[in-house]
Nanobody
Framework: QVQLVESGGGLVQPGGSLRLSCVAS???????MGWYRQAPGKQRELVAV???????YYADSVKGRFTISRDNAKNTVYLQMNSLKPEDTSVYYC??????????????WGKGTLVTVSL
């Protein structure tokens, strides 16, 4: 029912920046949104989430470097990634919550976009 399409992944050098976008098929203004990532051989982990009011939460590993934002009019969520490190290399997934807060769980997921941080 809900479709999420990520874009913006690619190859970037350490210390560089990249911005990911996630476009939802419908309105998101009442929903929590988030970004998760999964590297080879690793479990999926939370990167950043934002509730319907724009409040944000970040994993310690990305805090101060990544910024999640939302444009409800465009049904779009962004992840600005700065000072990228090789360990940030992963497939990044967009997710939409089933409620206004991220604590209620994520219900819909995109297919992911690959971010590779390497020289």
């Amino acid at each position: 029912q809900v479709q999420l399409v990520e874009s913006g992944g690619g190859l970037v050098q350490p210390g560089g920046s990249l911005r990911l976008s996630c476009v939802a098929s419908g309105t998101i203004f009442k929903n929590a949104m988030g970004w998760y990532r999964q590297a080879p051989g690793k479990q999926r982990e939370l990167v950043a989430v934002t509730n319907s009011g724009g409040t944000t939460y970040y994993a310690d590993s990305v805090k101060g470097r990544f910024t999640i934002s939302r444009d409800n009019a465009k049904n779009t969520v962004y992840l600005q990634m700065n000072s990228l490190k090789p360990e940030d290399t992963s497939v990044y997934y967009c997710a939409q919550g089933r409620g206004t807060g991220w604590y209620e769980g994520m219900e819909y997921w995109g297919k992911g976009t690959l971010v590779t941080v390497s020289l």
